[in-house]
């Protein structure tokens, strides 16, 4: 499809979110609507992340996370949990020759350790695989908790406080944010939340203080290239204050004082 045939050219290029993070939810509840089981709603869900990895490098966004397992999600039972680590496999088999290509670097956040081992494996070898990709990055979280992400940056702050690398006073927000798993990469711009849920679910807590939250209906497996283009169309309807009022942001003088 042209970008012009997606509707791509009802967005201005010049005001694309550099960071989108996405809770991709509702795979379950897609799957309950036709009778099939959770997994292959999973399945469709799989379809959805192609899709919009695809999109969101051809229209030129910088990062792309998107929330695949919460450390919460290891509770779920033992067969969803291992027909959703073979689905990340397939993923990662399947789309790492696409990724190369497309000069997209994979990355990850979470607790990399607890996932089965051929999971990490294939995980550290695609991200290895693809690192010298520079035109946008699709950051997996997996296994992914913000609490715990938030809790062992402060814990090895304190450690470097204890053997006198660091004082307290030292530490600052942006202290505590190069600590955090996607120190390297730029704030979140835009959340989006599919399936009609109103909440976090433990993600990215620090790093979306000032994201734009659309919180759309759609479930996950629906939500493709045209779904973006509309969550995309919206993000750029909104002002972005900062706290500011909009005649500063309009007026392009954050200081406010009036000519
Ligand atoms: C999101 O879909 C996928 C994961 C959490 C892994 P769900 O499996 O949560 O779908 P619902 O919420 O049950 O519909
Ligand atoms: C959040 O979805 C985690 C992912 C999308 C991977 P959940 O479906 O697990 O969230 P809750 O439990 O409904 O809040
Ligand atoms: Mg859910």
Redesign the pocket.
Known sequence: MSPTQSGAERLDPNRLPRHLAII??????WAKERGLS?VK??FE?SESVREVVRACRKLGLEVLTLF??STE?WGRPKTEVRA?MELLKRFLRKERQEMIDQSIRLKSIGQIERLPGDVRRLLEQTVAATAKGDKMVLNLALSYGSRAEIASACQRLAQRCLTGRLRPEEIDENRLAVELMDADLPEVDLLIRT?GEHRLSNFLLWQAAYAELLLTPIL?PDFREAELIEALVEYQARERRFGLTSEQIQSGDPSGEEA
Do not use: E, I, Q, T
């Open positions: 991709m939810d509702g795979n379950g509840r959770r709603g999973h869900g695949a397992f999600n959703l399936s996950w």
